[in-house]
């Protein structure tokens, strides 16, 4: 089975409110998680990634959380944007080079 | 500019065709990846190469064959193609070694067998 799961496939947010996105991850020995996000007819951008010696970054609008106890990864998106509409990706990744997705959660922006 | 390069950007064939797919990234990268994505934007890792060499072979078909020429191009072949193959095939690429080991994604190459 994967390895990799997000909880809700889809999440309609209120422009300027934020965003979170949660993903599940069953491989306790996955040491590297990075999320992608992918707009329609466009291959997967790079947006944010977290290697497991931290629990919390930080990037433009957007923060990673890890939680190694539960095995939880979570993006948030501050101040939601149209231009935020997309499908976006968790991956996970134990040998540095063999990328694991999840299934993805579309996120819709509403004016 | 761009980073990663796939041509065709759409392919349509009909069953039993075989069809090449190529790839080429501009970024350095000693590593590039054949992902396929499926109608529900499943994305799977199919091969991966690192300095011309396999290091990644998923269960997949024998009638998928990459090729990767040097380190800045990696090609698929396709024999035989079939209605299951119809997907969005994706490459990417990537340093290993580097502090961030970011695959980077081409734009994908539509294919639709009939």
């Known amino acids: 089975g994967e390895s990799v799961g997000l909880h809700l496939p889809t999440l309609s947010v209120q422009e300027g409110d934020n965003s979170i996105i949660n993903c599940a991850y069953s491989?306790?020995?996955?040491?590297?998680f990075i999320w992608y996000k992918q707009e329609s007819g466009k291959g997967p951008q790079f947006i944010i990634d977290?290697?497991?010696?931290?629990d919390k970054r930080q990037g433009q609008r957007v923060t990673v959380l890890l939680n190694k106890t539960v095995k939880h990864l979570s993006l948030q998106i501050a101040a939601t944007q149209p231009g935020d509409s997309a499908v976006y990706f968790c991956a996970e990744s134990h040998n540095d080079y063999k990328l694991s997705f999840g299934a993805g959660t579309t996120v819709t922006v509403r004016a | 500019d761009t980073a990663v390069s796939q041509t065709p950007k759409y392919l349509v064939t009909q069953m039993g065709n075989d069809k090449s797919i190529k790839c080429e990234q501009n970024l350095g990268h000693d590593t590039m990846y054949w992902y396929k994505q499926d109608s529900k934007k499943f994305l799977k890792i199919m091969f991966s190469?690192?300095?011309?060499?396999?290091?990644i072979n998923e269960t997949v078909p024998n009638r998928f064959s990459p090729k990767s020429p040097d380190k800045a191009h990696l090609n698929l072949h396709i024999n035989s193609l079939e209605l299951g193959d119809s997907a969005v095939y994706f490459c990417a690429s990537s340093q290993l070694g580097a502090e961030q080991e970011t695959q980077y994604f081409g734009p994908g190459t539509r294919l639709l067998v009939l």
């Open positions: 491989n306790s020995a996955s040491d590297y």
């Open positions: 190469y690192n300095n011309k060499e396999l290091i």
């Open positions: 977290i290697r497991s010696n931290m």
